[in-house]
């Protein structure tokens, strides 16, 4: 009897996640525009990042990329390696901003009152972000796929999607770190900014990790979208039979417990100081 509520009280948050999810949507689609330049931008971020590899290597290939990650093809390498960051980034932004953006709509009070764990309302802000992005994802890989003609193994598909939903998982404990930052300062986005900057820049999107200092490999080793995008890309271009991918989602779901046990941890302590402090409600 015990493990049938606690089943139904699961099924409550996940629709309650979903109606938020859809809220937001009904939002971002009173303004089209911003909705279809939401889509069509990664193919657009995406363009200097192959034209800077293009000049570099003096063409589509590069052997010395091909000696330090066995792809050669930078078209291929970048893309595959962009979408998946640019997926990342956009989660990471709608978890880490999901309670500010209830601060300007001044629904922030009752939300924290609400019979719903303060953890749906944030996942539902960050499903937003995980199924407006992923279209734009998906059309990135057509267009790549169209205009470019990469090649992708389609025993992978599946499995890539494995390194996505690990990687959204972590991002969540990394979001529930920012928004106890948020409800402390207020202006969490520009901690979001210097988090999404550092992914950005250790995370082997047009170039592998190892080319990076020291310092910066010890911070590619302990961000989860290191492993994630190396697992999308592997899966996609090699299939799932490759040892050293798994050996990568194995790191990756240890990650996933460390981050969400720390963000659960560090969210709860934080919401305890600030309703003692009485702020809440300031914006």
Same mark, same amino acid.
């Given at each position: 009897m015990a493990l049938k509520t606690k089943i139904n009280n699961l099924l409550k948050e996940v629709k309650a996640a979903w109606a938020i999810c859809i809220k937001v949507w009904k939002d971002e689609l009173?303004?089209?525009?911003?909705?279809?330049? #939401? &889509?069509?931008? @990664?193919?657009? +971020? %995406?363009?200097?990042?192959?034209?800077? *590899?293009?000049?570099?290597?003096?063409?589509?290939?590069? @052997?010395?990329? =091909? !000696?330090?990650?066995?792809?050669?093809? /930078?078209?291929?390498?970048?893309?595959?390696?962009?979408?998946?960051?640019? #997926?990342?980034?956009?989660? %990471? +932004?709608?978890?880490?901003?999901?309670?500010?953006?209830?601060?300007?709509?001044?629904?922030?009070?009752?939300?924290? $009152?609400? @019979?719903?764990?303060?953890?749906? /309302? /944030?996942?539902?802000?960050?499903?937003?972000? /995980?199924?407006?992005?992923?279209?734009?994802?998906? %059309?990135?890989?057509?267009?790549?796929? $169209?205009?470019?003609?990469?090649?992708?193994? %389609? +025993?992978?598909?599946?499995?890539?999607? &494995?390194?996505?939903?690990?990687?959204i998982l972590a991002i969540q404990g990394i979001g529930f770190m920012i928004c106890s930052i948020v409800l402390a300062v207020k202006q969490g986005w520009m901690i979001i900014d210097v988090v999404d900057t550092v992914f950005w820049v250790v995370t082997s999107t047009a170039y592998p990790i190892t080319i990076l200092p020291a310092f910066l490999q010890v911070v590619a080793r302990v961000s989860p979208i290191t492993y994630g995008v190396e697992s999308f890309r592997g899966f996609l271009l090699y299939g799932p039979w490759q040892p050293w991918i798994w050996q990568n989602i194995v790191i990756l779901a240890v990650l996933d417990i460390i981050?969400?046990?720390?963000?659960?941890? &560090?969210?709860? !302590?934080?919401? =305890?100081?600030? !309703?003692?402090? *009485?702020?809440?409600? !300031?914006f």
């Amino acid at each position: 009897m015990a493990l049938k509520t606690k089943i139904n009280n699961l099924l409550k948050e996940v629709k309650a996640a979903w109606a938020i999810c859809i809220k937001v949507w009904k939002d971002e689609l009173s303004y089209p525009l911003s909705v279809l330049y #939401f &889509i069509l931008a @990664p193919i657009l +971020w %995406l363009a200097p990042f192959i034209i800077f *590899g293009f000049a570099i290597a003096g063409g589509r290939y590069s @052997p010395v990329l =091909e !000696k330090m990650t066995g792809i050669g093809d /930078i078209v291929t390498y970048t893309s595959l390696g962009f979408a998946f960051l640019g #997926f990342a980034s956009a989660a %990471l +932004w709608g978890t880490g901003l999901s309670l500010r953006r209830e601060q300007w709509i001044g629904t922030l009070e009752s939300v924290l $009152v609400s @019979p719903v764990s303060r953890f749906t /309302i /944030i996942f539902g802000q960050g499903l937003h972000s /995980i199924t407006h992005t992923g279209s734009g994802l998906v %059309l990135q890989l057509v267009v790549m796929i $169209v205009v470019f003609g990469i090649h992708l193994n %389609l +025993w992978g598909i599946f499995p890539s999607l &494995i390194a996505v939903a690990l990687t959204i998982l972590a991002i969540q404990g990394i979001g529930f770190m920012i928004c106890s930052i948020v409800l402390a300062v207020k202006q969490g986005w520009m901690i979001i900014d210097v988090v999404d900057t550092v992914f950005w820049v250790v995370t082997s999107t047009a170039y592998p990790i190892t080319i990076l200092p020291a310092f910066l490999q010890v911070v590619a080793r302990v961000s989860p979208i290191t492993y994630g995008v190396e697992s999308f890309r592997g899966f996609l271009l090699y299939g799932p039979w490759q040892p050293w991918i798994w050996q990568n989602i194995v790191i990756l779901a240890v990650l996933d417990i460390i981050y969400l046990t720390l963000g659960y941890l &560090i969210y709860l !302590k934080s919401e =305890e100081r600030v !309703k003692k402090k *009485g702020t809440v409600h !300031k914006f």
